[in-house]
């Protein structure tokens, strides 16, 4: 069953990765090629997923997105995890006023969720899919510097931890050497976490037209169109979602495999 | 206790604040001229300047926070440019849809995920247990504005029980409303119920491993006297943790699932403004949303002290 979750995860994220990669040197059609004679088609062997309502070609389109999806994702967490974990350590580090102010910080950054962000920066600058790696990732930030303070709280009691302080190692030293490389397996599962949440609030935003914009196509822009043909071509609204449950799917099992190899204690809590 | 809800009303003030701050730098002092932005490039100088006087942009920064926050708790929201009506009258119409969807989302949550994890942790490692387990692991990946595609899909297109798009209002009665947010409440609900269900079930079992659990059984109590009224009942601080926190996400989910049913609430509201460049309204609604998580997010610390006796005890 646990070593089930890890296979069946690594499977499904790496045919997500492994589409994506594929799309960068072929893809059926062009993912933004219009063709207006062969509009939406059904499913056959010219168009295994069918054809959206400009002609284009969906299984196309879905390769093309699962790039574009996991880039905005992989910056999304970057910038979280890039902030945040410094942030985490510094404030588990220093304890005091610093703590405080860090975790305030978090708390109000928690009232921000990455749609009410993408609403303010589109509102500022206009639609972009730049918008949403910035709105996620800002929303990234408290969550990684949570966990980070949590984890190195608990590290740092820690006896290995207490004998570096008394044999006089800086806390610095001491925070990239005893400490990280111990929470490493709890950031790493809070990443495929925040990676799957990411993909999903990237659909989300495209979907309300908030994140990448036509003409290149977004999972969340493709069932925006869709549905208004659902009566017409109700399939095209299945393909988008049936990728984006996969994608976050196959990351959400692979958290929960990683979990349980790196922390045996948590077997079957989950 | 007294004390310690004061110091917690006293941080709720003060994040309130700081998120009114960043609303009100992001969205009235970074664009530097909100007039300009409204007006677009190809405006005149005196229509600029006009916009400007009239939306008080020749005040100081701070006058204008202060008017606007003061405006704010007295319930003077300030005036839309594009609707030309007070923000208020807006947000009261749409306020009507937002909150009664939120709730139905809440409540079908919390009905459907406690029974579910309570079950499946009563019958841990059986088919139940991984039939429960194995359609939450789907449900948690499921996004719900798709969800909402979906159940249009199937109760408004294959199966004509409800509308696909609009609400029916509250004017005739109470079932209309409620037959028309249904479909849009099940598709909040479904994701975050599974979420829930999965952090239930683990609350449940860590409680029922625990002594007072094996000391109700040894006294004889029956089963699901133990199951309910000790394990469940010590869970629910993580299961109420879990709904404070997941409320942010059902706040962005209404206003995403609000467009996929072509609902007239807060969510449409905000992207009408967007489009219009109607920044004040923005700005309400923004302060308004992140107000509310921050809100519950309080109310949920105050639970734990219902839910908790120990933290009562003095000096906590």
Redesign the interface.
Do not use: C
């Given at each position: 069953m646990r070593r089930g979750n890890l296979l069946l995860g690594g499977a499904l994220t790496a045919a997500l990765v492994g589409m994506a990669l594929v799309s960068l040197v072929w893809t059926p059609y062009s993912p933004t090629g219009m063709d207006f004679l062969h509009r939406l088609a059904r499913p056959s062997m010219a168009h295994p997923m069918g054809t959206d309502p400009f002609g284009r070609d969906v299984l196309s389109m879905i390769m093309a997105v699962a790039r574009s999806s996991l880039a905005v994702a992989l910056i999304a967490v970057a910038v979280g995890a890039g902030i945040g974990v410094p942030l985490g350590g510094v404030a588990a580090m220093s304890g005091g006023w610093v703590d405080g102010l860090v975790m305030r910080g978090a708390d109000l950054a928690f009232a921000f969720p990455a749609l009410l962000t993408a609403v303010m920066i589109t509102a500022l600058a206009g639609p972009g899919a730049a918008n949403a790696m910035l709105a996620i990732g800002i929303f990234n930030i408290p969550v990684f510097a949570r966990v980070t303070r949590g984890a190195a709280m608990q590290a740092g009691e820690m006896d290995y931890v207490i004998a570096a302080r008394a044999v006089g190692r800086g806390e610095i030293a001491i925070m990239l050497r005893h400490v990280l490389p111990n929470i490493f397996g709890v950031l790493l599962v809070q990443i495929t976490i925040q990676f799957a949440l990411a993909i999903v609030a990237d659909a989300g935003l495209s979907y309300v037209g908030l994140g990448t914009q036509p003409p290149f196509p977004s999972w969340g822009r493709m069932l925006n169109d869709a549905q208004t043909f659902v009566y017409r071509a109700p399939l095209l609204a299945v393909f988008p979602g049936v990728a984006i449950t996969l994608a976050v799917l196959g990351l959400n099992l692979l958290g929960d495999g990683l979990r349980d190899m790196l922390d045996p204690r948590l077997t079957g809590r989950r | 206790m007294g004390r310690l809800v004061l110091r917690r009303l006293a941080?709720l003030l003060?994040?309130l604040l700081?998120?009114s701050v960043?609303?009100f730098l992001?969205?009235s002092v970074?664009?530097g001229d909100p007039a300009a932005l409204i007006l677009g490039t190809s405006a005149r100088p005196d229509t600029l300047a006009a916009l400007r006087h009239q939306m008080g942009l020749d005040r100081p920064v701070w006058v204008r926070y202060l008017a606007w926050i003061w405006g704010l708790a007295r319930g003077d929201f300030g005036v839309s440019t594009t609707y030309d009506v007070p923000v208020v009258e807006l947000i009261r119409q749409r306020v009507m849809v937002s909150l009664p969807l939120a709730a139905m989302g809440i409540v079908l949550s919390t009905a459907i995920a406690i029974p579910a994890g309570v079950a499946a942790a009563a019958r841990?490692g059986r088919a139940v247990d991984a039939a429960l387990m194995g359609v939450a692991?789907?449900g948690?990946?499921?996004?719900?504005?798709?969800l909402g595609?979906?159940l249009?899909?199937a109760f408004s297109?294959a199966l004509p029980w409800f509308p696909?798009s609009g609400f029916a209002g509250w004017d005739h009665g109470i079932w209309p409303g409620v037959h028309s947010l249904l479909l849009p409440a099940l598709a909040l609900a479904l994701p975050q119920a599974a979420i829930l269900a999965?952090v239930t079930r683990?609350a449940v079992?860590?409680t029922l491993g625990a002594d007072y659990v094996r000391t109700a059984l040894a006294k004889g109590l029956r089963g699901w006297v133990v199951l309910w009224r000790h394990a469940v009942r010590n869970a629910l601080i993580p299961v109420v943790t879990i709904i404070g926190l997941q409320f942010?996400?059902l706040?962005?989910g209404t206003?995403?699932i609000e467009?996929?049913f072509t609902l007239p609430g807060l969510g449409r509201l905000?992207?009408q403004?967007?489009a219009q460049?109607d920044?004040i309204v923005?700005q309400d609604l923004?302060v308004l949303?992140?107000?509310s998580?921050?809100v519950v997010?309080f109310l949920v610390d105050l639970a734990y002290f219902a839910l908790d006796p120990r933290l009562q005890a003095p000096g906590q």
């Open positions: - | 941080a003060a994040t700081a998120a960043i609303v992001v969205l970074l664009p841990r692991q789907l948690v990946a499921l996004p719900n504005f798709w595609i979906l249009i899909l297109v696909a999965r683990s079992l860590e942010s996400f706040m962005a206003v995403i467009n996929v905000i992207f403004a967007i460049r920044l923005v923004v949303l992140a107000g998580v921050i997010n």
